[in-house]
């Protein structure tokens, strides 16, 4: 797998476990703060489906920036944009939290079609055509964030509350400035 070696797509696909970290915090934060803002369950799922829904409604519109702009600007702006919004949403009181969380699906979208280029692309030039696989270990990275979100952040939550999750950001932030 000289793709894994290859920095540049170590990069994206790092890129794509950070991005997907943060995503896979949304169902704990919600949680959390479920009791002190009343949140319902139906209210909860309410605004996990808008949250997903933004995310990928947006994508087709973040790909053409990405193909106008160039993939990696794209991709680093969404990984730091996402970092930002919620980096707003675990520190701000009240329902202003939820609207900073629905926003970070929007780096998240930003990040997907362009990351997944970039992936492709090495795939393809760098490792012999080989764009599926490098597609799939670019998933893989993405789901494995997605996976290790939860384990990682419920520990956190239940520790330091919804501000200590800002610990994850000393792993999200350094892998953006490299995906850059």
Known sequence: MS????????????????????????????????IPLGLTNSLIGLVSSLYILSASVSQPLFGEFADRFGPRWVATGGVFWMALMFSMAVTVPGYAALLFLALAALGSAAFHPAGAMEATLLGRQRSGGRETTAASLFFLFGQGGLSIGPMVGGPILERWGPTGLLLLLFFVVPVGVNAG
Do not use: E, K, T, Y
């Not at 793709?3 to 169902?27: C, E, K, T, Y």
């Open 3 to 34: 793709l894994i070696r290859n920095s540049v797509f170590l990069a994206a696909a790092s890129a794509h476990m950070a991005v997907d970290l943060l995503n896979g915090q949304r169902s704990i934060l919600l949680a959390v703060l479920s």
